[in-house]
């Protein structure tokens, strides 16, 4: 098995594309085979400078090693499209030659006033056609389609038959002697011997002018996977670079993990035999196949995007995790007598990204100016009433425990033992207590972890300004 990972440097990697390479990649894992990298650059118009590393370096920070490409090498290269450009106009002539494809002459001004193009030039003299050609006349190469229909069969989507009337006969060679990107895909796909062909289904309404291609020219047809639809969320068609989604960098530095994006995105239209949602990319490489892939579009939910990478936060390792987290942990507290590593411990297992960090540590370094009504929680069976006097009496004998005690389990165990003495549920006391030290409706730590982060004096300080508000 060969596949390939064909796009274009025309910007960032989109979640799309990169769900592309990844089937491509897990195919040929999978299989034994070999994934090949190939730059499709024919459309110089839309280029832009730097994107062919932009897609090596999201390639390797998610994992994706190619056999063979532009940077790597390899047998049946170059595997830049630029780089082609001999190949193409050889079998572009050689197809003319075949009868499956005539040159054209005609200019802008006469094709403008076309819905499409009307083969003017398909009956023209061969004696006039090499006249023209000799003069230097500019011209473009098209593919002739021939009359009735064409059958194709996708491992996805099953046999699909187009009437050729349906059909233009698109240009594949254009007047600057570059290929289009229908007829160089072809042409490079027959020449590096791909045998699996997995890109978008919007490729689909152009497989049957590939394969007339494949049968003019006497070449073999490949196998053609074509993946489902990713839909915005909310609606709006289907997620798009042109609309500016999901480009995997952008996830990237709002602290999204590559693993666990590169996890969310195989989800995006496949689904695994068991049920399991959390893979790593070793794992993929064993369970993926075609079988599993649907016909039906896929919704981007960063909401599930954001509990997948939840979910390798939880399970990274804490220096690993601190590693990644320290930048965010020290932007977001500027205190020096905070327990950094503490703060990062008590976050780790509640966030979804690293960026969340932000808001969940935005109290410690000032308490937020925050109303009394905070202290009413129906589910903790607490009230204002219920706060003031649990504040009231907690501060003292939070005062008289020493430095050796100061810290998260003791601390958690005097909160306890206090609700038992006053026959209050533990919740009528961390509630109110966590409320004062924080003055948020949540926080990525209880009450004993605050109390332990902030300090005897701080905690003491917040707790009475807790009860300056509850006073009125």
Same mark, same amino acid.
């Given at each position: 098995?060969?596949?390939?990972?064909?796009?274009?440097?025309?910007?960032?990697?989109?979640?799309?594309? /990169?769900?592309?390479?990844?089937?491509?990649?897990?195919?040929?894992?999978?299989?034994?085979?070999?994934?090949?990298?190939?730059?499709?650059?024919?459309?110089?118009?839309?280029?832009?400078?730097?994107?062919?590393?932009?897609?090596?370096?999201?390639?390797?920070?998610?994992?994706?090693?190619?056999?063979?490409?532009?940077?790597?090498?390899?047998?049946?290269?170059?595997?830049?499209?630029?780089?082609?450009?001999?190949?193409?106009?050889?079998?572009?002539?050689?197809?003319?030659?075949?009868?499956?494809?005539?040159?054209?002459?005609?200019?802008?001004?006469?094709?403008?006033?076309?819905?499409?193009?009307?083969?003017?030039?398909?009956?023209?003299?061969?004696?006039?056609?090499?006249?023209?050609?000799?003069?230097?006349?500019?011209?473009?190469?098209?593919?002739?389609?021939?009359?009735?229909?064409?059958?194709?069969?996708?491992?996805?989507?099953?046999?699909?038959?187009?009437?050729?009337?349906?059909?233009?006969?698109?240009?594949?060679?254009?007047?600057?002697?570059?290929?289009?990107?229908?007829?160089?895909?072809?042409?490079?796909?027959? /020449?590096?011997?791909?045998?699996?062909?997995?890109?978008?289904?919007?490729?689909?309404?152009?497989?049957?002018?590939?394969?007339?291609?494949?049968?003019?020219?006497?070449?073999?047809?490949?196998?053609?996977?074509?993946?489902?639809?990713?839909?915005?969320?909310?609606?709006?068609? %289907?997620?798009?670079?042109?609309?500016?989604?999901?480009?995997?960098?952008?996830?990237?530095?709002?602290?999204?993990?590559?693993?666990?994006?590169?996890?969310?995105?195989?989800?995006?239209?496949?689904?695994?035999?068991?049920?399991?949602?959390?893979?790593?990319?070793?794992?993929?490489?064993?369970?993926?196949?075609?079988?599993?892939?649907?016909?039906?579009?896929?919704?981007?939910?960063?909401?599930?995007?954001?509990?997948?990478?939840?979910?390798?936060?939880?399970?990274?390792?804490?220096?690993?995790?601190?590693?990644?987290?320290?930048?965010?942990?020290?932007?977001?507290?500027?205190?020096?007598?905070?327990?950094?590593?503490?703060?990062?411990?008590?976050?780790?297992?509640?966030?979804?990204?690293?960026?969340?960090?932000?808001?969940?540590?935005?109290?410690?370094?000032?308490?937020?100016?925050?109303?009394?009504?905070?202290?009413?929680?129906?589910?903790?069976?607490?009230?204002?009433?219920?706060?003031?006097?649990?504040?009231?009496?907690?501060?003292?004998?939070?005062?008289?425990?020493?430095?050796?005690?100061?810290?998260?389990?003791?601390?958690?165990?005097? /909160?306890?033992?206090?609700?038992?003495?006053?026959?209050?549920?533990?919740?009528?006391?961390?509630?109110?207590?966590?409320?004062?030290?924080?003055? %948020?409706?949540?926080?990525?730590?209880?009450?004993?972890?605050?109390?332990?982060?902030?300090?005897?004096?701080?905690?003491?300080?917040?707790?009475?300004?807790? /009860?300056?508000?509850?006073?009125?």
């Amino acid at each position: 098995m060969r596949t390939r990972f064909a796009p274009s440097p025309t910007g960032y990697i989109h979640l799309g594309t /990169l769900r592309t390479a990844l089937f491509g990649y897990l195919m040929a894992r999978k299989m034994g085979g070999t994934f090949v990298l190939r730059i499709e650059d024919t459309d110089q118009e839309r280029f832009v400078a730097d994107s062919t590393q932009s897609i090596y370096n999201a390639l390797r920070i998610a994992g994706i090693k190619h056999d063979e490409g532009p940077d790597v090498g390899g047998e049946y290269g170059p595997y830049i499209q630029s780089e082609r450009k001999s190949d193409y106009l050889k079998y572009a002539k050689e197809l003319v030659a075949k009868g499956g494809g005539y040159y054209c002459f005609c200019d802008k001004t006469r094709l403008e006033g076309l819905e499409s193009y009307d083969r003017h030039c398909y009956e023209l003299p061969a004696d006039e056609i090499e006249k023209r050609l000799e003069s230097g006349m500019a011209y473009v190469i098209r593919q002739l389609i021939p009359e009735g229909k064409t059958t194709f069969v996708d491992q996805v989507f099953g046999e699909i038959t187009v009437e050729n009337a349906e059909l233009e006969d698109q240009v594949l060679i254009k007047s600057d002697g570059m290929p289009t990107y229908n007829f160089a895909n072809v042409v490079d796909d027959h /020449l590096m011997e791909m045998t699996h062909v997995i890109r978008g289904s919007e490729f689909l309404t152009s497989t049957p002018k590939y394969n007339l291609l494949y049968n003019a020219l006497g070449w073999e047809i490949p196998t053609y996977i074509h993946l489902p639809l990713i839909l915005r969320e909310g609606g709006g068609g %289907k997620l798009s670079k042109r609309h500016g989604d999901a480009f995997f960098e952008d996830f990237l530095a709002k602290g999204f993990l590559p693993e666990a994006i590169v996890n969310y995105v195989v989800l995006l239209g496949w689904s695994p035999t068991d049920n399991r949602e959390i893979y790593s990319l070793a794992e993929l490489e064993q369970v993926f196949s075609a079988e599993g892939i649907s016909k039906s579009p896929s919704t981007f939910d960063i909401a599930k995007l954001r509990w997948v990478n939840g979910e390798y936060l939880k399970a990274m390792d804490f220096d690993k995790f601190y590693a990644l987290a320290q930048s965010h942990v020290a932007d977001a507290v500027k205190k020096q007598d905070v327990d950094r590593q503490a703060l990062a411990r008590m976050v780790q297992s509640r966030i979804s990204a690293l960026d969340d960090i932000a808001e969940a540590l935005d109290f410690i370094d000032n308490l937020p100016e925050y109303d009394t009504t905070l202290y009413v929680h129906k589910k903790s069976k607490c009230d204002e009433a219920i706060a003031r006097d649990v504040l009231t009496k907690i501060a003292p004998r939070l005062a008289e425990i020493d430095d050796n005690g100061w810290n998260g389990s003791d601390l958690y165990k005097f /909160l306890t033992e206090f609700a038992a003495e006053a026959e209050l549920k533990n919740s009528q006391v961390l509630w109110p207590v966590r409320t004062a030290l924080s003055g %948020k409706p949540a926080t990525p730590g209880g009450s004993s972890d605050l109390l332990a982060i902030l300090g005897k004096a701080e905690s003491l300080a917040r707790i009475q300004r807790g /009860l300056e508000l509850l006073a009125g």
